[in-house]
C-alpha cells in the first residue's frame, strides 16, 4: 500500500484528505505544518507527498526546497488556491511534479497521484535495475522500431523543433511527450498537457490563452493560461486533432508570433514555449476533408514521430508483461514470479485495441486476482473474450 504523507494546517482538510486517500487505497499520515513533516520524514520514506501551499512557520515553497535536499526521489504534489496558480508554476520549476486546485475532485486527485507515483516508479526502476529489455522514461523496448523512436526522440529533444506524435490511443504518446521534455534543454521549466479533447469546445481557448477579469460573465479575476504557464518550458496540445477550426487559427498565430492573446485583453504578452501535439488520427486525411487547417498541420509537423501500435510489435508483449507484473506486484505486495503459458499465448493472440494502457490494466487486474505465484488464464479478462 502506498503511504502518502499529507501537510496541511487546516485540520478539515486533512480529515478529509485522510477520509478520500483511505478510500483509494492509499496510507496517509496526517502533519499540521511543514516543520513537522520534515521530522517525520527524516525517520521514514514515503511514496508522495501532498501539501498545501500557504501554511504558517514554513510555506509549502520552503518545503519543497528542504524536502528536496532531503529526499528528492519523493513525488511532491502542492495543493493550491486559483490566485496562487502563478506560484504554483513556479514550484514545478523547483522540482514538484504537478499542482491541484482547490476545490478538486476525488477523480482529479485520484489521477494525479496515480501519475506522480507511477512516473517516479517507472524512473526508479530504470535507475536502479538493469535489464535485458531496454528502458527509457516508462518506455519499456525491445523492438528496432521503436529504438529509431526513442533515438528520434534524443535528437528533436536538444532543438526547439515542433514535434507532432502520431499514434493510436495508448500508445505512449503522452509519455514520449514527458520523455522528450525531460532531456530537453526545457527540463527545468514547466510541462503542460492540454487534453483538446476533454476541454469542453467553449472552455477550451480560456484554457489556453487564458482571460482578464470581466471577460465574461463570472471571470471575477484575471486567469493566466496554459501557454503562459508553460512559459520556460513544454505544452503538450494533446489530440490536437481535435481542436475547433475557428481556435486552430489563433493557435497558428502564437506558434507565429510567440504570442498570446487572453481573452478581454487589448494587448499581447510573449510566451518562450515549446510545443508538442499528439494525434490518434490521420491528420493529413483530416486536411484534405477541410477539418484541420492546412496551414496549422505544416506548422505542427515539423519533427513528425509515428508510434506503432502493440499489434505491429508483439515480441515486446512478454517483456511488458514481465515489467508490469514486477511494478503491479510490488504495489499491491504480492509475490507474483511471473504468467503461465497458456496465459502468456491468450495475451500474445489478442489484437490489444487499446495498446500499452489497455495491457497494463490488463495486468494490473490480473495480479489483483492472482492468488499464486504465476497468472494464469482464469486472471485474464479480455473484452473480446466471453
Given at each position: ?19 478520500t486517500l483511505e478510500h483509494l487505497g492509499y496510507q496517509p499520515t ?357
Amino acid at each position: 500500500m502506498y503511504r502518502v504523507l499529507v501537510v496541511d494546517d487546516d485540520e478539515q482538510m486533512r480529515v478529509a484528505l485522510r477520509a478520500t486517500l483511505e478510500h483509494l487505497g492509499y496510507q496517509p499520515t496526517l502533519s499540521k505544518d511543514a516543520k513537522e513533516a520534515l521530522k517525520l520524514l527524516k525517520k521514514h520514506d514515503y511514496d508522495l507527498i501532498l501539501s498545501d501551499l500557504k501554511m504558517p512557520k514554513m510555506d509549502g515553497v520552503e518545503f519543497l526546497k528542504e524536502v528536496k535536499d532531503l529526499k528528492p526521489h519523493i513525488p511532491f504534489v502542492m495543493i493550491t488556491a486559483f490566485g496562487d496558480i502563478k506560484t504554483a508554476v513556479e514550484t514545478m520549476k523547483l522540482g514538484a511534479f504537478d499542482f491541484i486546485l482547490k476545490p478538486f475532485s476525488q477523480d482529479a486527485l485520484k489521477k494525479i497521484i496515480e501519475m506522480a507515483i507511477s512516473h517516479t516508479s517507472i524512473k526508479q526502476t530504470i535507475q536502479n535495475k538493469p535489464a535485458t529489455t531496454k528502458q527509457k522514461e516508462g518506455f519499456v523496448f525491445k523492438s528496432k522500431a521503436m529504438e529509431n523512436i526513442i533515438t528520434l526522440a534524443q535528437k528533436v529533444a536538444q532543438t526547439d523543433a515542433t514535434v507532432l506524435l502520431i499514434g493510436e490511443s495508448g500508445t505512449g504518446k503522452e509519455v514520449l511527450a514527458r520523455y522528450i521534455h525531460s532531456i530537453s534543454n526545457r527540463s527545468k521549466g514547466s510541462f503542460v498537457a492540454v487534453n483538446c479533447a476533454a476541454i469542453p469546445q467553449n472552455l477550451l481557448e480560456s484554457e489556453m490563452f487564458g482571460y482578464e477579469k470581466g471577460a465574461f460573465s463570472g471571470a471575477t479575476k484575471a486567469h493566466p493560461g496554459k501557454f503562459e504557464q508553460a512559459n520556460g518550458g513544454t505544452i503538450l496540445l494533446d489530440e490536437i486533432s481535435e481542436m475547433p477550426l475557428e481556435l486552430q487559427a489563433k493557435l497558428l498565430r502564437v506558434i507565429q508570433e510567440k504570442t498570446v492573446d487572453r481573452i478581454g485583453s487589448t494587448s499581447s504578452i510573449k510566451v518562450d514555449v515549446r510545443i508538442i501535439c499528439t494525434t490518434n488520427r490521420n491528420i493529413e486525411e483530416e486536411v484534405k476533408e477541410g477539418k484541420f487547417r492546412e496551414d496549422l498541420y505544416y506548422r505542427i509537423s515539423v519533427f513528425p514521430i509515428r508510434i506503432p501500435p502493440l499489434r505491429e510489435r508483439k515480441d515486446e508483449i512478454p517483456h511488458l508483461i514481465d515489467f508490469f507484473i514486477e511494478r503491479f506486484s510490488a504495489q499491491f505486495d504480492k509475490q507474483i514470479e511471473g504468467i503461465e503459458e497458456e496465459a502468456l499465448k491468450i495475451l500474445n493472440n489478442y489484437p490489444w485495441p487499446g495498446n500499452i494502457r489497455e495491457l497494463q490494466n490488463v495486468i494490473e487486474r490480473a495480479v489483483v486476482l492472482c492468488e499464486g505465484k504465476y497468472i494464469t488464464k482464469d486472471d485474464i479478462f479480455l473484452h473480446n473474450l466471453g
